[in-house]
């Protein structure tokens, strides 16, 4: 689910409310019609989240509310267990538009994020070695981070060579 998505069903739920209509019942009633969809508390939360944020917002930024109420998320699973099948990888490659094939082959062979993989520039591969790497000011974690290429990674980028002078991948001639 998107912010938008999130925001029209929060719409439809507070029924035109104005902010400092929002109480902690209706928070309570959000969640359970959330829940009541069959989602998981995940799903919950992020909607729940959002909430959260703009009563913040609106308090403490906008100084439109002189309090808020306590919006409580529910617990979350902390550990992942899904990945994807050798068979699902080839399929989600298989529907994909062209020009995102490659990209997405080198992100299931390295793990990097999209915007690590869409920003990614010819001086960050060295094809010697083996490997790639991101800048602190380009990682999630303000810290640099070494990627090694395995041979299907290097394959990618071999695909790649001629087809921009800065970016390795790029679409339409962009990146």
Not at 41 to 59: D, E, F, G, M, P
Not at 63 to 78: G, M, Q, Y
Not at 88 to 103: F, Q
Request: hydrophobic share 35%.
């Amino acid at each position: 689910e998107t912010d938008k998505i999130r925001l029209r069903w929060l719409d439809t739920h507070l029924h035109n409310s104005r902010l400092d209509e929002i109480t902690k019942t209706k928070i309570d009633a959000i969640k359970k019609a959330k829940q009541n969809e069959g989602v998981s508390n995940a799903t919950v939360n992020r909607t729940l989240a959002l909430l959260r944020s703009i009563l913040n917002r609106a308090k403490q930024d906008w100084e439109w509310l002189d309090s808020t109420p306590n919006v409580r998320l529910f617990p979350e699973n902390a550990t992942r267990v899904r990945w994807l099948s050798h068979e699902e990888s080839d399929r989600l490659i298989n529907e994909l538009p062209e020009h995102l094939k490659a990209m997405t082959r080198f992100t299931l062979s390295t793990g990097l994020r999209e915007s690590n993989v869409t920003g990614l520039q010819w001086n960050q591969i060295d094809m010697q070695r083996h490997c790639a790497w991101i800048h602190a000011d380009q990682a999630k974690g303000k810290k640099a981070i070494a990627v090694p290429l395995n041979n299907d990674a290097l394959a990618v980028i071999r695909q790649q060579i001629g087809k921009h002078d800065t970016h390795v991948f790029t679409y339409k001639g962009n990146r």
